[in-house]
């Protein structure tokens, strides 16, 4: 089993980036496909990026162009980098994690909040 643990988070004005890290444990990183969602207050939570075991990439519509997943194998971390943040972006993010190849089981972190406000 793999253990998430995001981080990053915080308040930031608009225009502005935030990284956010999501730290893996416990199992082999390599071999999982990740993903970054968010869940504003009152929506559901959605996709937002993923990325496989070989680092091919997926992004939603609303991030197209403005975020960038990445993964480190050897630190055993993921990524999302963001950047021209917007009072939309605003909710908790959280990272999950599968077997490549694999639909079930998922794995998720508690989450980090992300507060976009001037």
């Known amino acids: 089993q793999v253990q998430l643990v995001e981080s990053g988070g915080g308040l930031v004005q608009p225009g502005e980036s935030l990284r956010l890290s999501c730290a893996a444990s416990?199992?082999?990183?390599?071999?999982?496909?990740m993903g970054w969602y968010r869940q504003a207050p009152g929506k559901q939570r959605e996709l937002v990026a993923s990325?496989?075991?070989?680092?091919?990439?997926v992004y939603s519509d609303s991030v197209k162009g403005r975020f960038t997943i990445s993964r480190d194998n050897v630190k055993n971390t993921m990524y999302l980098q963001m950047t021209s943040l917007t009072p939309e972006d605003t909710a908790v993010y959280y990272c999950?994690?599968?077997?490549?190849?694999?639909?079930?089981?998922?794995?998720w972190g508690q989450g980090t909040q992300v507060t976009v406000s001037s």
């Open positions: 999950k994690a599968t077997l490549d190849g694999l639909t079930r089981p998922n794995y």
């Open positions: 416990g199992s082999i990183f390599s071999l999982y496909a």
């Open positions: 990325i496989t075991s070989g680092g091919s990439t």
